[in-house]
């Protein structure tokens, strides 16, 4: 099972950036980034496929860039004007699957994630 490790959070004020790597041991067909805060179910953000095809959550669309380097199995996820609701835990996960939606079950690895914390 691949290995993944996320790096890149921290706190920042709200309208600010922030960039989430996240470094896999091995190529997968997809990758996705999901979130969760507190008392809240674990949601997608971003999903990408090795055909570099990505798809976005509505709350993040035109803020949030996933990107996914292949040979070097390498997931990015650059966040923009960023808001007080974007406050998570953020995951990497990596798909068997070339296309596993948005679908938690259907991501077979997980990272052990990184906080974002956005302020005002």
């Known amino acids: 099972q691949v290995q993944l490790v996320e790096s890149g959070g921290g706190s920042v004020q709200a309208g600010g950036s922030l960039r989430l790597s996240c470094l896999a041991s091995?190529?997968?067909?997809?990758m996705g980034w999901f979130r969760q805060a507190a008392g809240k179910e674990r949601e997608a953000v971003a999903v990408?496929?090795?055909?570099?095809?990505?798809a976005y959550a509505d709350s993040v669309k035109g803020r949030f860039t996933i990107s996914m380097d292949g040979p070097k199995s390498t997931l990015t996820l650059q966040m923009n004007s960023l808001q007080l609701e974007d406050t998570a835990m953020y995951y990497c996960?990596?798909?068997?699957?070339?296309?596993?939606?948005?679908?938690?079950?259907?991501?077979?690895?997980w990272g052990q994630g990184t906080q974002v914390t956005v302020s005002s």
């Open positions: 091995g190529a997968s067909p997809s």
């Open positions: 996960a990596a798909s068997r699957l070339l296309w596993p939606a948005f679908q938690a079950a259907n991501f077979d690895a």
């Open positions: 990408i496929n090795k055909r570099g095809n990505p």
